[in-house]
């Protein structure tokens, strides 16, 4: 079974830093999707980006990128130049090709002014 | 195309009323997905459609809650009879083939008294 680990419940970042959220996950197959999304105060889950297992390069969504480490099974989130507008949940998700979609427990952005 | 559609958007019922959600997907998406989202347990799969076929309900917490989706346009999720443990957001989310996003609607918000 496929798992999504979010080990940073919650952090915290200054406006304009970087920050990265963590997220492992397990899976048997070798072909799957693995997304993060935004949920902001208003519950609204948010597409934020989205990564092919099956591609080397790292996904990049403006501000946001990834670092995914297949062989490590690792799926991490980085975003720039944070702004006040990305406080949020954070979840990562895994999709498989037998369309099973789990999603990791979140993290809790906030951003500080 | 408008999103995911969802109403109600709230609803508050009594303990043993009927409650029914309802969920219209994005047009030509294949998949249609209902989670449930509680701060104790998170983002959980309750079950998903394919083509209007349900084709993983494990997710479905009891006998109580059923779902149905009677063509592409349309799918009920219904909660008989209903339990203040029950109480949660619900969120219907569509996507098309393999590897494709998935879409959440905005999500209901169930308060069961």
């Known amino acids: 079974a496929q798992t999504v680990t979010q080990s940073q419940p919650e952090m915290s970042v200054q406006e304009a830093e970087t920050v990265t959220l963590s997220c492992t996950y397990d899976t048997s197959e070798n072909n799957y999707y693995l997304f993060w999304y935004k949920q902001p105060p208003s519950r609204q889950m948010i597409l934020v980006i989205r990564?092919?297992?099956?591609?080397?390069q790292n996904a990049t969504e403006n501000r946001f990128s990834v670092n995914f480490q297949k062989a490590a099974k690792s799926f991490s989130l980085k975003i720039s130049d944070s702004q006040l507008g990305d406080t949020a949940m954070y979840f990562c998700a895994l999709r498989d090709y037998g369309q099973n979609f789990v999603f990791g427990p979140g993290t809790r952005l906030s951003v500080l002014p | 195309d408008a999103g995911v559609i969802q109403s109600p958007r709230h609803e508050v019922t009594e303990m043993g009323q009927e409650v029914t959600l309802r969920c219209k997907p994005i047009s030509g998406h294949d998949y249609l997905f209902w989670y449930r989202q509680t701060m104790m347990r998170g983002l959980e799969l309750l079950i998903y459609f394919n083509n209007n076929v349900p084709i993983d309900d494990s997710g479905m917490p009891e006998d109580r809650f059923s779902a149905k989706m009677p063509n592409a346009s349309f799918s009920t999720l219904k909660i008989q009879p209903s339990e203040p443990r029950d109480s949660a957001v619900y969120f219907c989310a569509s996507g098309g083939s393999v590897g494709e996003t998935q879409y959440f609607g905005p999500g209901t918000r169930l308060l069961v008294l």
């Open positions: 990564q092919e297992a099956y591609k080397q």
